[in-house]
Nanobody
Framework: QVQLVESGGGLVQPGGSLRLSCAAS????????MRWHRQAPGKERELVAT????????TYTDSVKGRFTISRDNAKNTLYLQMNSLKPEDTAVYYC???????????WGQGIQVTVSS
């Protein structure tokens, strides 16, 4: 059974940091590109960051460049998103996904709330 389980979300003050984790099971984690997405209230889901299978290449949406870092540990089947200098506009439900070039996002986590507020 495929599972992606996010953890590490919560409430943080502006300027603070959080690290999200996404634990994967039931599929060959190292064979998939991994992504973080987010969806703020009343907005469409947006792709935040992508990391290639071995972690050699990463991409970010412009609004998080220089503040967020995506990484993975294939030995632990876990994806991470380090979020620094958080802003209120980063408030959203964050989702991890497993993707392939041909099929796009194949597996999704259930999402985790991140709230940036004073």
């Amino acid at each position: 059974q495929v599972q992606l389980v996010e953890s590490g979300g919560g409430l943080v003050q502006p300027g603070g940091s959080l690290r999200l984790s996404c634990a994967a099971s039931g599929f060959t984690f190292s064979s998939y590109r991994m992504r973080w997405h987010r969806q703020a209230p009343g907005k469409e889901r947006e792709l935040v960051a992508t990391i290639t299978t071995a972690g050699g290449s990463t991409t970010y949406t412009d609004s998080v460049k220089g503040r967020f870092t995506i990484s993975r540990d294939n030995a632990k089947n876990t994806l991470y998103l380090q979020m620094n200098s958080l802003k209120p506009e980063d408030t959203a439900v964050y989702y991890c996904s497993a993707a392939t070039i041909m099929r796009g996002d194949v597996y999704w986590g259930q999402g985790i709330q991140v709230t940036v507020s004073s």
